[in-house]
């Protein structure tokens, strides 16, 4: 890439407003991303990043170019792990700047078999993992929301009702601290997924034959679940996974006899 040497840099140029700034960089960027799978394929997903630095209070601007070129390099190469160490100390080196931060949203698609006819199809998990390093620290921090969707069936309904009970898709969002991120490869994340998804009535499927809908419905009904219930047991599987430092939780259930949603929340340091 050819660049014109004789063009003046008014990013460099100095400010006398003394304000230094948090975040300054980019935002909503889509760029290409390869993900090596639990069974090593390579899946190709679009990946929205945010990365901004905190900029001094003398200088004007930073080099939005360098975060782009940083990210598009990054992307050649399949991603084998969650740690994104190399990239935040270097891309925080090159804007020599003491706060970085990233920010990568993207689709992992898990290889889902039913539970009756072992149909195998696809299930979309959304991800954003966040990173961020500071001038001085041992290693950047890694955090890793995901979102998955579950069913619940309804233990008042099962208990008041003469038949049948009413049930809810259930959306649970957790966001947890990765110990060490570059032990996070697809494995883990499809593991913390599965024990997540135990915490619901029962996990739902993308392709289901009659003998797994069946197989689906029955398992519902022997395992009813408040929102409550679920957060309280998605907590207890993250407190015993060893990767995990802190997380946070909310559950909320799609109410298909209310004209409200349920939720409940936990936070945890």
């Not at 003398?58 to 070129?69: C, K």
């Not at 996974?241 to 209310?258: D, Q, R």
Request: contains cysteine; charged residues 25%; glycine residues 4%.
């Amino acid at each position: 890439m050819k660049e014109p040497t004789s063009l003046p840099d008014l990013q460099l140029s100095r400010d006398e407003r003394g304000i230094e700034l948090d975040a300054v960089g980019v935002t909503k960027l889509v760029l290409p991303l390869k993900l090596v799978d639990a069974l090593g394929n390579v899946q190709s997903v679009p990946a929205t990043w945010e990365a901004t630095v905190s900029l001094a209070a003398e200088l004007r601007g930073t080099h939005m170019s360098r975060f782009v070129s940083s990210l598009e390099e990054f992307g050649q190469e399949p991603l084998r792990t969650l740690d994104l160490s190399l990239l935040a100390k270097d891309l925080r080196r090159r804007l020599q700047s003491r706060n970085l931060r990233l920010s990568m949203g993207f689709s992992y698609f898990m290889r889902k078999v039913s539970p009756a006819t072992e149909a195998v199809s696809s299930m979309n998990v959304p991800c954003e993992l966040v990173v961020e390093d500071t001038e001085g620290s041992a290693a950047p921090s890694h955090t890793l929301s995901l979102e998955l969707t579950a069913s619940n069936l309804c233990p008042c309904s099962k208990a008041i009702a003469d038949f049948g009970a009413h049930n809810q898709r259930v959306f649970i969002r957790a966001s947890v601290g990765l110990v060490s991120p570059q032990l996070w490869d697809a494995p883990c994340l499809e593991n913390l997924v599965s024990e997540l998804e135990t915490s619901a009535s029962s996990p739902i499927f993308p392709l289901l034959k009659r003998a797994d809908e069946k197989a689906v419905t029955e398992q519902q009904y022997i395992n009813p679940k408040f929102v409550e219930d679920v957060t309280r047991d998605a907590a207890l599987q993250l407190r015993g996974n060893k990767g995990v430092s802190g997380f946070s939780l909310e559950v909320e259930a799609l109410e298909s006899i209310h004209s409200h949603n349920a939720v409940a929340r936990l936070f945890v340091s």
